[in-house]
């Protein structure tokens, strides 16, 4: 019994490496939204792609809250590339693995971000609580669905963008930025562990006048859902959200996979790379490559980034903000 | 799963068992199968506790976040095991004392939150509890009560979890009880209710008592279920499951581990709780 | 029927009521039962299949033929046809050391037994982490012995059987502690050897409530969520069990496929209760009289 226990377990975990002789498995760790785009990406890149010794490539998806995979990265997942919603969960797993290398965001073009985002605001049909900007989010009685900053990128993103916004109002008067972003999220209808649950929070189980969430992921509900059911506000101010990719070298070269790795990266650098991006609502930097239609959608709004002086980069901004006994671990306590 | 009374068997049967053959084989099996599984993992958290040593443990343990989710988890599985015991001695009544129709159904039903994954009940009931569901629609808009998506909804969901366990416990033991102390009681002139909470229920009480101990122990550790209907904010729904997978999440493995512990101290403590309700049962009543 | 007989009905009537509720009690209570039951048991398992069916058939259908949900439903059944076995094997060499011998230590035995139902599935995945981790004292080694649990099958089968440890045997102890160990006595000494002993008289003996523990294993084993959740990675296709892949799906706004795959396993519920119920009805005396998990 115990050896064919044994022998079962090893046939599993052979079968679980899928790896065929004719084909080349790749792990793509990322983040939440890009379920859709990623579906259509790896498609393209396997259509078109033969190692040197001719052989195709099959890519496996892992989708979750970035934090959540990262920390899975860290505990040993086997991903071969990580496509993840920030380039601080990319610097963890760089320092605590050394995976990879610490020079990563120069390794591709545009701080290793092939693409970028911006966050906006989802209202209900008819926008009832005449939601207009950040503002309306602080209001009492106005009730905002966002994801857990602590286990979410995009949710980290959400909330700088808030606090960039208030940092504004307040001219960088830091106790009355961090009340109003308080605020917003003393109004949370539910923290999920991720975009896409915040999202389906809001949607099918009709919780929230509000969801803050990342551009693409609010153009994907507005196409799922009937027309006008929602409705998309661009906030006065938001951020320029850049989330990165890697290649995980020290898993990679254990596998074999590192040139095939770095290629599919690389495409989506590539004009069809772009294109398939644009299509899935994130915003392409080659504009060339996309299709005007799919470039009409994005609207001008105006950003910040996360490496201005006011954040002073990832590393700064994840310390002060999302670290335990941050400035968000703060918003909950009860006041005494 | 409780511990199942095991009667001692009198000095002179001690001899007679030992006839059987396997003691070593079947005894060795069990014990190394167990510390395989469970044991060697459990003291693996049991280290990794240990290495935090007592100011951080403490630290973590007393931070007003992991107090709050503590006590949720405990309170609501609390509120859940006494409606859970209210409402399964009621079921277990009905299914032992009455006959109608579909009641073999009904009995069977009672089974299905053993037999239903928590995430699928966890999707069932967020749909039915949300603000728009079935449910969540019609008590919002007549009682003002809002289930989905707050502390309320934990409890909910708690409730189904573990509402099998009172009625599973009391059922066999409803069963049993001799009815002609009823029979008795009623003949020398005492009313129905009288008899049931003068001479029923007294007999029932261990029963009683490992149910409510069972379902709430059950209620502590869940998570499958509640996720998808708490709101899952700190201090207001974030039980303390939970808050383990964020500490991880956040590659805060110290907290995970202190919070992990503190639950599993616990779980000690429910289970040898529910030992000594169970030893004080068959001591009393016989039965257990 | 003769004033005597009349008398002696009357009488019965009169005890019967006396010793029972009134008719209107009694119709309330069941009511109750049936309120609470149907409102807190039934309604969500309607709602798994009318969500499942919302969006036609078609939806249904196609959700379950998926690649992903194929995949998901081939590693929940391995996962289920490793960890019931082995916590069948287990159960049987568990409780047939409990119930045939007396030892010093039992009890403290039965509650470690025990443990696995107490912890909170999130803590048995925890523990999985911390042992196999890329950052546990075994990780390294495992790394270079390129032996993969976390995040991989194997990982998912311990984590599962954690979780379904206690289910078989805590079935069988009472019900072979409750027939006792004559009848293996009598076979022995009539000279049959234990494992011969074993299968023609204990067995036949157990054989329904040790299939009703392995349908309740095998149950929990296909649904866990919480300790999976923790070790797999979700990876989609490789590491996704059915219950994962119905959070995915619930959350990548396609309900309708949730549900849908969701009332897979909802059937497997209803079937494992139906098996039960069938059991309990034919062969009443050789389950075990009380069921816990």
């Not at chain 2, 928590?118 to 009682?143: D, H, K, M, Q, R």
């Not at chain 2, 202190?258 to 016989?286: C, D, E, H, P, Y």
């Not at chain 3, 294993?217 to 590491?239: D, K, L, P, Y």
């Amino acid at each position: 019994m115990r050896r064919r226990f044994i022998a079962a377990v090893a046939a599993a975990a052979l079968s679980a490496c899928g790896v065929a002789s004719n084909e080349v498995t790749l792990l793509n760790a990322s983040f939440d939204p890009t379920g859709d785009l990623y579906e259509e990406f790896n498609a393209a890149f396997s259509a078109q792609y033969r190692t040197p010794d001719g052989k195709t490539v099959s890519i496996g998806m892992s989708h979750g809250g970035s934090g959540k995979q990262t920390r899975s990265v860290i505990d040993g997942m086997p991903a071969d590339v990580v496509t993840l919603a920030l380039q601080r969960d990319i610097d963890q797993i760089a320092e605590r693995t050394g995976k990879i290398p610490a020079n990563w965001r120069g390794l591709l073009r545009h701080n290793s971000s092939p693409y970028t985002s911006t966050i906006v605001l989802l209202v209900r049909k008819g926008n009832p609580k005449a939601v207009h900007d950040w503002d309306d989010l602080a209001r009492p009685g106005v009730s905002v669905v966002t994801p857990n900053p602590k286990t979410s990128g995009g949710a980290r993103w959400n909330y700088l963008a808030a606090w960039a916004y208030a940092d504004r109002k307040f001219g960088g008067d830091e106790a009355r930025t961090g009340e109003f972003v308080g605020a917003i999220y003393r109004n949370a209808a539910k923290l999920d562990s991720g975009a896409r649950g915040s999202t389906t929070t809001f949607s099918k189980q009709g919780t929230g006048d509000v969801l803050i969430t990342w551009e693409n992921e609010g153009y994907q509900l507005l196409l799922e859902s009937s027309p006008g059911e929602f409705e998309m506000i661009y906030p006065s101010l938001s951020i320029l959200a850049e989330p990165p990719v890697a290649v995980v070298a020290g898993n990679a070269e254990r596998h074999g996979t590192l040139k095939v790795a770095q290629d599919y990266l690389l495409y989506l650098y590539s004009p069809e790379g772009q294109r398939i991006i644009a299509k899935n609502y994130f915003r392409p930097f080659d504009r060339t490559a996309a299709n005007p239609e799919d470039l009409a959608r994005f609207r001008d709004v105006e950003m910040v980034s996360v490496d201005d002086p006011l954040f002073g980069g990832w590393k700064a901004a994840q310390k002060k903000h999302f670290d335990a006994d941050g400035v968000f671990d703060q918003i909950y306590k009860p006041a005494k | 799963m409780t511990p199942k009374a095991i009667s001692k068997p009198p000095r002179a049967n001690w001899r007679r068992r030992s006839v059987l053959p396997g003691f070593g084989l079947s005894l060795g099996y069990t014990i190394a199968y167990l510390s395989l599984v469970v044991l060697i993992p459990l003291a693996g958290l049991g280290i990794s506790s240990a290495s935090l040593g007592w100011n951080e443990f403490w630290a973590i343990a007393f931070d007003p976040r992991v107090a709050a989710a503590l006590q949720l988890s405990f309170g609501a599985a609390l509120l859940a095991a006494i409606v859970n015991t209210v409402f399964g001695v009621l079921i277990a009544w009905v299914l032992v004392r009455y006959r109608f129709p579909g009641r073999r159904w009904l009995d069977a039903a009672v089974d299905l939150p053993f037999a239903l994954p928590t995430a699928v009940a966890g999707i069932a009931l967020a749909t039915l509890y949300a603000p728009n569901g079935v449910f969540g629609a019609t008590l919002e808009s007549v009682f003002g009560l809002k289930i989905g998506f707050s502390a309320i909804g934990v409890v909910f969901a708690l409730i189904f979890v573990g509402l099998p366990f009172v009625v599973r416990t009391v059922q066999p033991v409803l069963e049993e009880i001799d009815r002609e102390t009823e029979e008795v009681s009623a003949t020398l002139g005492a009313g129905r209710w009288r008899t049931v909470t003068r001479v029923i229920m007294p007999g029932l009480l261990p029963a009683i008592l490992t149910g409510f101990a069972l379902s709430f122990a059950r209620g502590v550790g869940e998570y499958g279920s509640v996720i998808f209907i708490a709101n899952n904010l700190p201090f207001q729904s974030e039980i303390a499951p939970l808050l383990i997978v964020i500490k991880l999440d956040e590659h805060n493995y110290a907290g995970a581990t202190a919070i992990a512990t503190i639950m599993l101290v616990i779980a000690f403590v429910m289970l040898f709780v529910i030992n000594l309700l169970q030893a004080w049962s068959r001591k009393w009543f016989g039965h257990d | 029927m003769t004033e005597a007989e009349k008398s002696v009905m009357a009488t019965r009537r009169r005890q019967k009521q006396a010793v029972g509720e009134g008719p209107l009690t009694r119709a309330a209570l069941i009511a109750v039962a049936l309120a609470f039951l149907g409102i807190m048991l039934i309604a969500p398992l309607l709602v798994v299949f009318a969500e499942a069916f919302s969006r036609g058939a078609g939806v249904f259908f196609d959700a379950l033929v998926a690649p992903h949900t194929m995949s998901a439903l081939q590693l929940t059944l391995l996962v289920a046809a490793i960890a019931v076995p082995a916590n069948l094997v287990f159960g049987i060499a568990a409780a047939w050391a409990i119930t045939k011998f007396d030892f010093k230590g039992k009890a403290f035995l039965l509650t470690l037994i025990d443990l696995p139902f107490a912890v909170s599935p999130v803590v048995s995945g925890l523990i999985f982490v911390l042992l196999f981790g890329a950052n546990s004292a075994l990780g390294p080694w495992l790394d270079e012995m390129n032996i993969k649990i976390l995040f991989a099958v194997p990982g998912i089968v311990i984590a599962t059987i954690f979780i379904t440890f206690p289910f078989i045997a805590r079935e069988l102890i009472p019900l072979m502690e409750q027939q006792g160990s004559s009848e293996e006595e009598a076979a022995v000494s009539l000279g049959a050897g234990g494992w011969r002993t074993f299968f023609l008289v204990t067995l036949p003996n157990v054989k329904w409530g040790l299939l009703y523990g392995v349908l309740l294993c095998n149950a929990r084993a296909m649904g866990e969520f919480g300790a999976v959740s923790v070790v797999s990675g979700h990876i989609r296709g490789q590491t996704n069990t059915l219950p994962l892949h119905i959070e995915i799906l619930y959350h990548d706004n396609k309900a309708a496929a949730a549900f849908a795959v969701a009332s897979l396993l909802a059937m497997l519920a209803l079937v494992t209760l139906a098996v039960k119920t069938v059991l309990e009805a034919r062969f009443a005396g050789s389950l075990a009289a009380q069921r816990r998990h």
